[in-house]
Structure formats: structure tokens, C-alpha cells
């Protein structure tokens, strides 16, 4: 690997860390953003001659902070800064080693602060914490760019001016945070899992980021929702060998090879679904994640027990009744009672807007179509679909379905 490929490896995989440390130290969002990109700037320049240094991440951090004191230094105006740049604090990897392993952690509780709209933490963490464009966040939340970059910069300028603290609470104030860091950070795993673009189904930095997040919230909160949405994760993250080919291409779940599942962490899922099930009544998390499980565990798709994931979605759709679930619901019917009962189902989804805009309802409905045999009607669903996901894997999987009803018999 050359040393240019190192850096790149080093920027996808280490930025997100670096950038956590670096607000940390600087106290500052955008100080800290403009800090890690200097600092990556002089390591293309300087790495190159210097040669790669024992700890590049403790390298650019400390780079980073200076680049950033040196800005304060020069913004003569900022005046809340200064006490950064009269009593600079050199940074030593070795001491700070834990509390760059805890730098993701702070940061996410600072940018799901309840002063903040739910709304707003959201785009903020995945912008953040995830490093997103502003526009696979919008992505993420179903949102417009322009309307999420708005709430990015309010959210911004909100922690800046209000002093808000970039620490992880007192054990007192959990519960009342955990809700929206949760939700975080199962959405830091869904761009992971599933990415709203490029060519990988799978971004592994980024699921395993959220699994490792969700585990040190486990240790520092083990509630019940906390260890189901762990336990969802790793029975999804389990999945990730079987979903693509060699060729990059998707596999649905219905013809992965589960010999590839990862048996080991199918196994782990379920204890903690175990503990979190252990509470009454189960949360969202504790539902989503059984159904999870009662995928994850069946050796065989023909072997599936639908009429238990129905129940479980059942329940699920009780606590929240979301077009989302309400679309997993009727696809679970479909698998159970025939695909004609699970389009009347979705057809009854059509007035909701949120739902227009999502890909998976209209590649559901293609499905569903096509089961049927209805091939103009299956024809125009996986069109829709086409043009509203950006992820290649998606756009090639829904070509071939495509094409499979087109071309001359």
C-alpha cells in the first residue's frame, strides 16, 4: 500500500475520531472541521518526506490543534477563544488515549443536547459523527438538502452560543438523552448498512462505529432499549458477507448464502436480546431486534417464521405507526398471507408523502407486482424506485428485476 493509499485509508477510517478530538480541544464545530482538514493537508505534504509517523492519528490531532491555535491566534475578534491561545495545552497521545476513545461519545451527547430539536440532532450527528454531505444526510431523514443544512448551522451556532458542554452527562440525566442518541445512533448504522449512495452496499467504518457506540452505551447504561438496539445491529451487521457478490452486486436476503452469516455474533446478538427482553413490555428497539433475530436464526428463507415476525411487527407498528413500519408490516403479510394481501396493503400507503419519496415502498410494490404477474404495473414501480435511490448495487439490482420483465420473450 502506497503512502498515499494509507492517508485515504487513514481519512475514512480515522477523520470522524480526529474531528471529536479536535472540538474537544478547540471547543469550536467549524474551528475544528477547518483544523482536521489542515492537518490531513500536512500530512500529504509533509508524510511523504518525513515518512509515516508511529501514531498518524496522534499526529494529526496534535497537528490539527496547533493549526487551530493558530487561527485563534490570528481571528483577533474572537475573544472567547483566548484563553486557548494564552495557555495552549500540548496534547500527549499517551494520556489522552482514553479520552480520544471517548471523544465519539462526548460528542454525540453534545449534539443530541435537548436544547436542541430532535430534528436538528439528528442532521447534526450524521453530519458530524458520520462525516455525510449534507445531502446523503437529507437523504438519511427524508429530508430537502437546503432544509438540513439550515438546521446544521442553527444547531451550530446554538451549541456555541449557549455554552453547551461537550461531555457525556451525569448517570442522572441519561434517560432523558438516550432516546434521541439512540436514534442516532441506529441511523449512523443504517448509512452503514445500507448507504444512500456510491457502490458499496455495505460502508463496514460506519456500521461498526455505530455498533461500537451502542456498546459503550450498553456499559455506561445497560437499559433495555440500549442492549435491543445493540442486539439489532448485530444481528443485521452478521448479514454483511452474504449481501454482495464478488462482482460488488446485491443479494437479497431471500438468496443469501447463510453459511456466510456470522454465527458468532448472531449468538451475542441474542444475549442481549435476552437481556433486553428480560423488560416488559419490550421497546422498539427490543421488537425490531427480534424480528431481526428470527431472520438471522432460521437456517433456511423457506424455513422463516412469518407469522412470528408479523406478530412482532404487529406490536411494533402499535407503538409506532410510521409509514416506514407500516411498509415492513404489509411486505411481512405478504410473505405470510400472499402478495395480493400485501398490496392492498401498500396501496392504502399512497396518500402519504413522506412514503413517495422512499425508494424501498415502490421497489416493495414492484415485487409484489411481479409475483402477481402484473408486469406493467411491476414495470412502473421499479422505474420509481430507480430514480429515487443513488446507490449503484440498488440501481443494478432493480435493472435486472427491470429487465427480466422487458425484454422480448
Not at 306 to 325: D, N, R
Request: charged content about 25%; overall charge negative; proline content about 4%.
Amino acid at each position: 500500500m502506497t503512502l498515499q493509499q494509507q492517508l485515504d485509508t487513514l481519512y475514512q477510517n480515522e477523520s470522524r475520531k480526529v474531528q471529536a478530538t479536535l472540538i474537544r480541544l478547540l471547543g469550536d464545530f467549524e474551528l475544528a472541521e477547518e483544523a482536521m482538514q489542515e492537518a490531513f493537508f500536512a500530512a500529504l505534504h509533509q508524510w511523504p518526506e518525513e515518512g509515516l509517523p508511529d501514531n498518524p492519528t496522534a499526529w494529526l490531532i496534535r497537528t490539527g490543534q496547533r493549526r487551530g491555535i493558530d487561527q485563534i491566534r490570528k481571528r483577533q475578534t474572537a475573544r472567547k477563544y483566548q484563553y486557548l491561545a494564552d495557555t495552549e495545552e500540548a496534547f500527549d497521545p499517551e494520556q489522552d488515549n482514553d479520552a480520544i476513545s471517548d471523544d465519539m461519545l462526548r460528542l454525540i451527547f453534545t449534539c443530541c443536547h435537548p436544547s436542541l430539536t430532535q430534528q436538528a440532532q439528528l442532521a447534526l450527528t450524521l453530519r458530524e459523527m458520520c462525516g455525510l454531505t449534507t445531502e446523503q444526510v437529507a437523504s438519511a431523514l427524508l429530508q430537502k438538502p437546503t432544509t438540513v443544512a439550515q438546521r446544521i448551522v442553527r444547531a451550530k451556532s446554538k451549541i456555541r452560543a449557549s455554552g453547551i458542554p461537550y461531555e457525556v452527562p451525569e448517570r442522572k440525566e441519561l434517560p432523558k438523552r438516550l432516546g434521541s442518541v439512540l436514534k442516532v445512533v441506529y441511523l449512523m448504522f443504517n448509512e452503514g448498512y445500507s448507504g444512500s449512495d456510491g457502490e458499496q452496499v455495505f460502508k463496514i467504518d460506519l456500521a461498526e462505529e455505530a455498533i461500537r457506540l451502542a456498546g459503550q452505551l450498553a456499559d455506561l447504561l445497560p437499559e433495555a432499549e440500549v442492549c435491543g438496539l445493540l442486539a439489532l445491529m448485530l444481528f443485521h451487521d452478521a448479514r454483511k458477507a452474504a449481501r454482495q457478490d464478488d462482482h460488488g452486486d446485491l443479494i437479497t436476503l431471500e438468496d443469501q448464502d447463510r453459511s456466510l452469516w456470522d454465527a458468532d455474533q448472531i449468538a451475542i446478538g441474542r444475549q442481549w436480546l435476552n437481556r433486553a427482553a428480560a423488560a416488559s413490555p419490550a421497546g422498539p428497539y427490543t421488537l425490531q431486534a427480534a424480528i431481526a433475530a428470527a431472520h438471522a436464526e432460521s437456517g433456511d428463507a423457506d424455513l422463516t417464521d412469518w407469522q412470528q415476525i408479523v406478530a412482532l411487527y404487529e406490536a411494533l407498528y402499535q407503538q409506532i405507526p410510521s409509514p416506514v413500519i407500516a411498509l415492513n408490516r404489509a411486505v411481512a403479510i405478504a410473505m405470510r398471507d400472499g402478495p395480493a394481501t400485501g398490496l392492498a396493503l401498500l396501496d392504502q400507503l399512497e396518500s402519504q408523502k413522506a412514503i413517495q419519496a422512499y425508494y424501498l415502498y415502490h421497489a416493495a410494490r414492484a415485487d409484489l407486482h411481479r409475483r402477481l404477474g402484473n408486469h406493467k404495473e411491476a414495470i412502473s414501480a421499479y422505474q420509481r424506485a430507480l430514480a429515487l435511490t443513488q446507490q449503484g448495487p440498488e440501481q443494478r439490482f432493480l435493472n435486472r428485476r427491470l429487465s427480466q420483465l422487458i425484454r422480448p420473450e
